[in-house]
């Protein structure tokens, strides 16, 4: 089992920044990708970005790149999502996730709701 906790949500201004943590626990050796996703009301769950757990490769969903940076520093470390110059679309829950190697299903964190206000 693995778990996932984020922490660093809350209300943020347009154009400000914001960093989201994502604590990684449990039995990660066969993790492969972490990623982060996002819930508006109203609106499904949204692919906002991944990194590899390496850390050796990064992907962005376009409405977020250049302004979002996912990162981690190793193995022990979190994993973080820099939110630069949010927008009030930006808001929602934002979810952790974990991909494992040979399971279909991804572990999910609990989320952490972000507000943009103008």
């Known amino acids: 089992q693995v778990q996932l906790v984020e922490s660093g949500g809350g209300s943020v201004q347009a154009g400000g920044s914001l960093r989201l943590s994502c604590a990684i626990s449990?039995?990660?050796?066969?993790?492969?990708?972490l990623g982060w996703f996002r819930q508006a009301p109203g609106k499904e769950r949204e692919f906002v970005a991944r990194?590899?757990?390496?850390?050796?490769?990064?992907d962005y969903a376009d409405s977020v790149k250049g302004r979002f940076t996912t990162s981690r520093e190793n193995a022990k470390n979190p994993v973080y999502l820099q939110m630069s110059s949010p927008k009030p679309e930006d808001k929602g829950v934002y979810y952790c996730?974990?991909?494992?190697?040979?399971?279909?299903?991804?572990?999910w964190g609990q989320g952490t709701q972000v507000t943009v206000s103008t």
């Open positions: 996730a974990a991909g494992e190697a040979g399971r279909s299903n991804m572990y």
């Open positions: 449990g039995r990660t050796v066969s993790i492969l990708v």
């Open positions: 990194i590899r757990w390496s850390g050796s490769t990064t």
